[in-house]
């Protein structure tokens, strides 16, 4: 007789097998890994993102202030030589012992800065009234161009520019109306 080894047998195990034991809550089918590694991942993805908002946020912020410092300046520079555009103007208008021409009351340089980036056209009617010694006393806007901004300029380049022989004093004041097109220069 030959000595033969039992023949092998085979075990099939059931689902409480493939969990293991008790010591380990990572065991088994692998779900609570999964949940832990997704929870590790996502706390080292928002604490990045936060602290590339702080890095980002540190170098902008010096940026803002920079830029809102030239605006201030270039808007300081603008205002200064308006005030002096304006000195001038006042000054020549009190050198001229003559009229000046109407035709250069109101150039394309008196056009508002707004209006231009707003791409603002139209035409105004304005009215003015002119005291004893040939200045304009105030100027009113009879017809809109519906536009706040040019029916000022116009007013405003009027005022500053416009210059008539003085009359004796007594005399009625003068009054004269002049309708302004505004037009973007191309």
């Not at 080894?5 to 692998?30: E, H, K």
């Not at 056009?111 to 010694?133: F, K, S």
Request: net charge positive; aromatic share 6%.
């Amino acid at each position: 007789m030959i000595d033969e080894p039992p023949p092998a047998r085979i075990t099939v195990l059931g689902p409480d097998a493939l969990r293991g034991g008790a010591g380990s809550r990572f065991t088994g089918d692998g779900r609570n890994l999964r949940v832990a590694v997704l929870i590790v991942l996502s706390v080292i993805l928002v604490a990045s993102v936060v602290a590339v908002a702080f890095a980002v946020n540190a170098g902008f912020g010096a940026a803002w202030q920079e830029i809102a410092a030239r605006r201030a300046e270039d808007q300081a520079r603008r205002r200064q030589a308006v005030e002096a555009a304006m000195r001038e103007d006042r000054a020549r208008a009190a050198r001229s012992s003559e009229p000046s021409n109407p035709a250069d009351w109101i150039t394309s340089d008196d056009y508002p800065m707004a209006a231009l980036r707003n791409n603002e056209e139209g035409i105004v009617t304005i009215t003015w009234a002119v005291n004893g010694d040939g200045r304009v006393d105030d100027c009113k806007t009879l017809r809109t161009s519906g536009h706040d901004s040019l029916d000022r300029a116009a007013c405003d380049a009027i005022t500053r520019r416009a210059r008539y022989p003085a009359v004796p004093s007594g005399s009625l004041p003068r009054v004269f109306t002049r309708r302004v097109v505004w037009q973007i220069p191309r």
